[in-house]
């Protein structure tokens, strides 16, 4: 689906169109004062981060780069999100949320 | 149905707001039209509503929707009921010519206000700037430290000016609640105010059938008033340009207290959007100042004073408040004599980008420049809108100038470049529009 469509159909999330129900299912998993590191999150910015830490807000939103700053670790598993060893620095003990995972890190 | 209901109450949030502003303000707003007054109730609501959240914030409180409509309501009310409102001068009603065109930015609107409120907001800069330190700020009950300082967020620009985040909160605060959706009701809203105060400035210097060409030129410019436009700081920045350069031309023909006052307010305002607004309000009120000492008549240091000195300030205490940022996007480094050609070769990517072959917006913004400085000099009506083509030039040159110091690839930042001239059109269209209304009308346009 062109980036467009989706975005109509999916609002702020434009053509990722998983990352909605992902970034949503963390938010509805953690408090709002925690610090959150999410495995597409880019410390350089770009359209995945910005829509996520604008969903998450008031949340902190990190990369995994900075996961020892945060509260918990999300890893989004729909195709084009985590690799395997995305996955394995999320942590051991990950409760599923919609196209993805959430470990509680603290 | 809660879209509406949140809509309905952000609106009338503003409203209340606007109205306070309209009655306290009613000293410095006298001698100006009806529409230039609700346009600059609007502006200045809108500054009232931020005012009163973050003072409520800064005292450890976060005001509910009782106080950020009962605090502008009790100030309308104790405006109307202690302050003396000041004569309204008869304004002529508007010819057919005029109504048609009235009718037709009143359709601009509507289309725009469709666009807006059709989905949430979701342009780049509202989601990773204006409405991500809005949202912050509003379940933080808090302006925190982490929007100036946090590394995890320097893309979210923590050294911008904080005014529309405050503005998006402080309307959520208004209605109990965050809403991006409904939040979009605002940015119609200030596409109709800078209609009105084109139409009430122009009407009262030229004529209703100008004022009205004014008014659908600027609402009808639909590459500002677009979808993607909503929820980023072009169109307030728009407005504050407009409002600015309206008080600007007014004091520097009659310099006046309440002149004086809206030329101040503007500047700060102005400069709490976004930086460009920093940056216009110093070009033009440093060309004010030259002519002034050109003409030896004692207006240089109020001019600077009272439209340089409270964006400066601005900056200065914003500074202050939250501390040094380091800016990201530009490397300084490059004005080092060592550096040049390095940045002589930015400026050849950016000039070769903006200027280039078969892509007329650059080549059309700059002429729209020059068509404003020739239409801009000789104006019967307002001879003072002279002092707005040079700051309009050295603005736009700027931008294009500043793209050549860009940290990262300079074709990218110029990409921005347009955008921002964009925010420059309603102020062209104050000179431009007094000179194309014979069209619609049957005498010479002149002064009233």
Known sequence: ???????????????????APFVRGVASATPPSSTVALSFVSEKGDRA?????????????????????ADFAAVFLAPGGASAADRRLGGTRGTSVPFGELFRLR | MSFLLHTAGILAAIAVSACAARFAADAFLAGLSRAERWAWALWLGLALEASVYLVFLAAGR?????????????????????????????????????????????????????????????????LAIWGFKGKTIWFSRAVPDRIFHDPAVVWSHPEYPL????VFAALSASIGRWDDHALAALFPLLQ???????????????????????????AAFFPLFR???????????????????????????????????????????AAAVKREGTLFVVLAAGWMALRALRRRNGRAVPVLALAAAPAVLHGLLLTAARGSIPDRDYDWSFARPDRWPALAGQAGQVLSHLFRAGDAATWIAFLALA???????????????????PALLLQSCVYVAVCSFSTFDPVWQASFVPRLENALFPVMVLAVAPRLAFLFSSGRVTAE
């Open chain 1, 49 to 69: 981060t910005y829509a996520a830490a604008f969903e998450l807000a008031p949340r902190r939103v990190v990369s995994f780069a900075r996961r020892r700053e």
């Open chain 2, 62 to 126: 976060a005001p509910g929707p009782a106080v950020m409509v009962g605090a502008p309501a009790v100030i309308a009310a104790a405006a109307i009921l202690f302050l003396r409102r000041r004569p309204r001068a008869t304004e002529p009603a508007p010819g057919s010519p005029a109504r048609a065109l009235l009718a037709l930015s009143v359709v601009a609107v509507a289309v725009f206000a469709l666009a807006a409120l059709s989905e949430p907001m979701w342009s780049n800069d509202f």
């Open chain 2, 371 to 389: 068509f404003f400085a020739a239409a801009a000099r000789p104006a019967g009506g307002a001879p003072a809108l002279a002092i707005l083509g």
């Open chain 2, 192 to 218: 109709a105010a800078t209609a009105a105060a084109l139409y009430g400035w122009t009407k009262r210097r030229f004529s209703t059938c100008a004022g009205a060409l004014a008014a659908i030129l600027a």
């Open chain 2, 227 to 269: 979808a993607f436009e909503v929820g980023m700081a072009e169109i307030p920045l728009a407005l504050s340009l407009l409002l600015f350069s309206q008080a600007a031309v007014d004091f520097d023909e009659t310099p006046s207290r309440s002149a004086g006052m809206r030329l101040a307010i503007a500047s700060l305002l």
């Open chain 2, 163 to 166: 005014f529309l985040p405050a």
């Open chain 1, 1 to 19: 689906m062109p980036s467009e469509t989706a975005r109509l159909h999916g609002s702020a999330f434009s053509g990722l169109r998983n990352v």
